[in-house]
């Protein structure tokens, strides 16, 4: 069964660039045709899909977000990484690492972080 951790600060200051980290158990990201994507949930929004990379290493971002945006992956830790740049507190949010069978497809679901963007 496949497990997904997220790491990285929960603080974040204004204008600096967000790094968070999942780790993949139980599944190769290079395997097994999958999707690996990164979802965040605001206070009092809803979902907001971000980007994703697939098991090629091709990545898809969120038009609203790719200006900002970049995914990448280390085969050698099974891990696949976010970066945010320019975070501003709208950016504040906790933010989710999933595996999916296609883009916006969220069938297995890391426990989520908290980030706060904060001076």
């Known amino acids: 069964q496949v497990q997904l951790q997220e790491s990285g600060p929960g603080l974040v200051k204004p204008s600096q660039t967000l790094s968070l980290t999942c780790t993949v158990f139980g599944d190769s990201i290079t395997t097994n045709l999958y999707y690996w994507e990164w979802i965040r949930q605001s206070p009092g929004k809803g979902l907001e899909w971000m980007g994703a990379?697939?098991?090629?290493?091709?990545?898809y971002y969120s038009p609203s977000l790719k200006s900002r945006t970049s995914i990448s992956r280390d085969t050698s830790n099974n891990q696949f990484s976010l970066q945010l740049s320019s975070v501003t507190p709208e950016d504040t949010a906790v933010y989710y690492c999933?595996?999916?069978?296609?883009?916006?497809?969220?069938?297995?679901w890391g426990q989520g972080t908290q980030v706060t963007v904060s001076s």
């Open positions: 990379i697939d098991y090629k290493g091709t990545t």
């Open positions: 999933t595996r999916g069978s296609s883009v916006y497809n969220f069938g297995s």
